[in-house]
C-alpha cells in the first residue's frame, strides 16, 4: 500500500515510526512532515487543508489510505471531499466524516451529545455575544472555580478555569464580545469544575465496533508542578496508575459504549480515533471533553505499547472489520517528555540547531517543531521533540527519557523534570 498521513508533530512521526514496520507499507508520504518523518518516509510540503493540493498528490502518487493527524482538516470535512469526489472516492481515509468531527469542533455540539446519550459530564450552559448577562447570572449560580471554554477550534489554549467570580465574568465578556479567541469564542460554553485526577482513553471505531487502545496520562501545563500557562503537552505516561481495572470497566461500560452506540444513533460516521478527555471524580469517570483524533504526546506513549500491525488495523477500519482483530499491548510501561522552545507557549524564537539526537540508544526521539535544513535538525516550533522510553515501570522509563534528555541541546531548551512524579 502507499500511504499519506496528514500533520507536522510529534503525532505523525509517531504514526510514520509505527507505519514503516508494516510488511503492508510499500511507500510512505507525510505532508507537510518534519525532520523526523524526513529519515523514515518523503516528506511533501502542502498544507494539511489545502484539499486541493491533497488530491493532486493523492492522484499523483497513487495513495491508497490517508492518515489524517490533526484536528484542523477533519473538522474541516477532508473525508467528505474525498467520499464526494469520484477520483478519490475509492482511498480510505482514516478520521471521522465532518459531522462527526463536531465532537470537537464544537464543545456545545459535544456536551448535548453527551447530555442526549446519558454519558456523565460536568453541568453546563452556553452563551453567546447577546447573552452575556445571563452568562453572569450562570456564573453566580457556581461555586469556584469557573471553567470557561470557547465553543470552537482554540488550538488547545481556548479553556480557562478562575477562581475569582469577577475575572471570571471580565474574562467570559473578552470572550464573547471582544473576540479573544476569534471565532472560536463566537459562542462560550461555562462548566461547573469537576474536581479530580484527568487521564486519556483512546478508542478505535470502524463505525460499528470499537476497541480501545491503552490509556495515557498527560501533562498540559508549562511549569512544575502543574503550574503556569496551558500547551499543547508536555508529557505523557502509560498505562494510568490510577485507572483500575474496576475504573476502566466503568469507563467502558459507562462512556465508550455509549459513545459509539450514540453516534450510530445519531447517524455521524465514525472512522477513526476517538479521544475521550476522562476526569476521575472518587471512582467515577466522567468526560471533558472529545477530540476526534490521537492526542499529542499521548500518541507518543500509546502507540509504542501496540504490538499490532498498524496498517492491518487501519484497513481493517476501512473494511469495518475492526472485530476481528485483537489487540495486543505491551506490558511494558511507556513515558515522554517534551522538549519545548524557550518561552513557549508565548512567544518563542526559531531555528535553532538540536545537537546529539544521534547519540540517543535508550529511548525514541520522535521530532514535532523541527525541520531539516542543510543536514542539520533545526527548531521550527514550540513543541520540538518526544523523548519516549520503555520501562518495567512507569519510574524506569522515565528515568530513561531523563538520561537521554541529557544528551540533547538546542539554545534556550526547557522541559518539565517532573513527568509522572504527582503518580
Not at 489545502?50 to 482538516?73: H, N, S
Not at 518561552?343 to 525541520?371: C, L, N, Q, R, T
Request: net charge negative; glycine share 8%.
Amino acid at each position: 500500500m502507499t500511504i499519506l498521513i496528514l500533520g507536522s508533530g510529534g503525532r505523525e512521526h509517531t504514526f510514520a515510526w509505527k507505519i514503516t514496520q508494516s510488511p503492508l507499507c510499500q511507500s510512505l508520504y507525510v505532508a507537510p512532515g518534519n525532520s523526523g518523518t524526513a529519515k523514515i518516509a518523503q516528506n511533501i510540503n502542502i498544507s494539511v487543508t489545502d484539499f486541493t493540493a491533497i488530491k493532486t498528490l493523492v492522484l499523483e502518487k497513487a495513495i491508497d489510505m490517508v492518515v489524517v493527524g490533526p484536528e484542523d482538516p477533519l473538522v474541516q470535512g477532508v473525508h467528505d471531499f474525498f467520499l464526494n469526489d469520484d477520483d478519490l472516492k475509492h482511498v480510505s481515509v482514516i478520521g471521522p466524516e465532518k459531522a462527526a468531527a463536531e465532537l470537537e469542533g464544537s464543545k456545545e455540539f459535544a456536551k448535548e451529545f453527551m447530555y442526549r446519550h446519558n454519558i456523565p459530564t460536568a453541568a453546563y450552559q452556553s452563551f453567546n455575544a447577546t447573552t452575556v448577562e445571563a452568562g453572569y447570572a450562570f456564573l453566580g449560580t457556581l461555586n469556584p472555580p469557573y471553567v470557561l471554554k470557547a465553543d470552537g477550534l482554540a488550538a488547545g489554549k481556548g479553556v480557562l478555569i478562575l477562581n475569582d467570580l469577577d475575572e471570571a465574568k471580565a474574562e467570559l465578556k473578552s470572550m464573547l464580545v471582544d473576540a479573544k479567541f476569534g471565532d472560536a469564542s463566537t459562542k462560550v460554553v461555562i462548566e461547573e469544575f469537576l474536581d479530580g485526577i484527568e487521564l486519556s482513553c483512546f478508542v478505535l471505531t470502524d463505525g460499528k465496533h470499537y476497541k480501545i487502545l491503552p490509556t495515557a496520562k498527560d501533562y498540559k501545563r508549562i511549569g512544575e508542578g502543574d503550574t503556569g500557562l496551558n500547551t499543547g503537552g508536555m508529557g505523557a505516561v502509560s498505562p494510568v496508575p490510577f485507572a483500575s481495572k474496576a475504573f476502566l470497566n466503568k469507563v467502558e461500560e459507562q462512556i465508550v459504549k455509549p459513545t459509539i452506540e450514540g453516534l450510530q444513533k445519531d447517524n455521524l460516521p465514525y472512522k477513526g480515533f476517538v479521544f475521550i478527555g476522562l476526569i476521575k471524580v472518587g471512582d467515577d469517570p466522567k468526560v471533558i471533553e472529545y477530540n476526534v483524533r490521537m492526542g499529542d504526546p499521548e500518541t507518543e506513549v500509546v502507540l509504542p505499547r501496540l504490538k499490532n500491525d498498524l496498517v492491518e488495523i487501519f484497513q481493517s477500519i476501512a473494511n469495518q472489520t475492526l472485530n476481528t482483530i485483537d489487540i495486543e499491548i505491551d506490558e511494558r510501561a511507556a513515558t515522554t517528555v517534551m522538549l519545548v522552545s524557550g518561552g513557549y507557549p508565548e512567544a518563542y524564537e526559531k531555528g535553532k540547531e538540536i545537537s546529539g539526537v544521534e547519540s540517543i540508544i535508550d529511548s525514541i526521539p520522535f521530532h514535532a517543531g523541527a525541520k531539516l535544513e542543510n543536514d542539520k535538525i533545526m527548531t521550527s516550533g514550540g513543541r520540538v521533540m518526544a523523548i519516549t522510553s520503555y520501562g518495567n515501570t512507569y519510574q524506569e522509563a522515565i528515568k530513561k527519557s531523563y538520561q537521554s534528555i541529557e544528551k540533547l541541546h538546542f539554545d534556550k531548551m526547557y522541559y518539565r523534570k517532573d513527568i509522572g512524579f504527582d503518580l
